[in-house]
């Protein structure tokens, strides 16, 4: 996904062979270490093509290789999630600053070791915008309560499910803006059936959304999602509260970035296990709640920085230059 993506806004995309070593069992590890070391050799070529001034890297096991391969080329690393896992750990004490979303990722690291605090990128286009434009844009109607449900760019086949479940009665609380993802589209035809006219007014499904996320994001009242990293940025941004719901069989990323979220009073968290006996009572009980909505929209903002891309950015350009005045 992130090939379509990085070469869809113009990017040049080179890829890297790489897996991952951490609880793969011994069965897999040849294999894997064998891949890595493709990713070495890759990486070296790429480093020799590019001559880079500077790393920026991001998470998994991916950058290892890429890293190992310019041993002399400062780095800089960003940590996405709260928790960084075996790679970035990895990473961090190769690199010269780490940036991180929040100040929680201070208990991962090495004491010593330089931390900026940053907040989460979000990308130009996601940009916070009057709600009534963005209900217009996406052809929702204003005095109605809307719900964004959406499992990533591939989806979450367990949210789709326990929505389609009991979709007729989620449609009656609110109106439905649902990113299926790619795997599940096929299903839609299916899962929408049954639907009265009135029903498939009220609902929304969409394979995946480009654009038009940021005005999704502005119209929604009450979002569902998993707790990748993208969350501890985006629903900040537009001070979108959230049932989170993380993925059971992605270690411990998404679980603690749903705890920070609802410690901070911006989340509700369900797990993907009570998804279908869960949801729906526990969004109807928000989607009522008027005034616990507006407290966690309130939370969810004063978690935001809008201004993270930039900060990144400029701790890279100081390293890159910091690179050029020892090489003078």
Do not use: C
Request: no cysteine; hydrophobic share 45%; proline share 6%.
């Amino acid at each position: 996904m992130e090939a379509s993506l990085v070469k869809r806004a113009g990017i040049a995309f080179e890829s890297i062979p790489a897996a991952g070593i951490h609880g793969v069992g011994l069965r897999r590890l040849p294999a894997n270490l064998a891949r890595l070391a493709q990713g070495f050799r890759a990486s070296g070529r790429i480093i020799r093509r590019y001559q880079p001034d500077v790393l920026l890297l991001t998470g998994g096991y991916v950058g290892v290789p890429v890293s190992l391969a310019a041993r002399r080329t400062p780095k800089v690393v960003y940590i996405p999630d709260i928790e960084p896992g075996l790679a970035l750990r990895l990473l961090s004490n190769l690199a010269s600053v780490v940036t991180v979303t929040a100040k929680e990722t201070r208990e991962h690291l090495p004491a010593r070791k330089r931390m900026v605090v940053t907040g989460y990128p979000t990308r130009p286009d996601l940009r916070a915008s009057d709600r009534g434009e963005a209900r217009r844009r996406l052809g929702l109607r204003a005095d109605q309560p809307v719900l964004l449900a959406s499992g990533g760019s591939r989806g979450a086949r367990s949210i789709n499910e326990a929505i389609w479940a009991r979709l007729p009665e989620f449609l009656e609380m609110a109106q439905l803006v649902h990113i299926v993802g790619e795997l599940d589209w096929p299903r839609i035809t299916e899962a929408t059936a049954s639907l009265t006219p009135v029903q498939r007014s009220r609902y929304q499904a969409h394979a995946y959304l480009h654009e038009e996320m940021g005005a999704a994001l502005a119209a929604a009242d009450l979002a569902v999602a998993r707790a990748g990293a993208s969350t501890l940025g985006e629903l900040p941004l537009f001070g979108l509260p959230a049932v989170l719901v993380p993925y059971p069989h992605a270690w411990r990323y998404q679980k603690v970035n749903a705890a920070y979220l609802e410690t901070h009073g911006a989340a509700v968290v369900v797990a993907d296990a009570l998804l279908k006996e869960d949801l729906l009572n526990t969004v109807e009980g928000l989607i009522r709640d008027r005034e616990r909505l507006a407290a966690m929209s309130s939370a969810a903002r004063g978690l935001a920085r809008p201004d993270a891309a930039r900060t990144i950015a400029d701790e890279v350009e100081m390293s890159a230059r910091l690179r050029g005045t020892a090489d003078g």
